[in-house]
């Protein structure tokens, strides 16, 4: 690569995905569901740009009786992003991020 600032810059990222399910009997099954991913990208000149996501799901699923059943879900979810520079006296790190936890039955 000819031009020198894109030369000297770099980029990171990967995609995860993993599911289990394990059945107890014929009555409850568990179920665990992930997903992460980060990307990271350093221009030359001087910013680095980060993002990381992780995502976990708890599935459980009984049968009470052949008209009565019911599902049991927990999800934990996590975002975070970063923009940083640290060249000169104009350095910043700005920093965000979503974390959050839910649990329905239905």
Known sequence: IKNIQIRNSSAFFYD??????????????LSISAYSSQ???KLA???TFNWRN???????????NPKLFANFTYVYG???????????????LL???VHYH????N
């Open 16 to 29: 995860a995905n993993v599911k289990i399910v394990h059945r107890f009997n014929e009555n409850n099954r």
């Open 39 to 41: 990307d990271d990208f």
């Open 45 to 47: 000149s001087d910013t």
């Open 54 to 64: 992780n995502n976990i799901t708890l599935d459980w699923n009984v049968v009470i």
């Open 78 to 92: 996590r975002y975070d992003s970063d923009i940083s520079s640290f060249e000169g006296v104009n350095s910043f």
């Open 95 to 97: 920093k965000s991020g």
């Open 102 to 105: 839910q649990f329905k039955n």
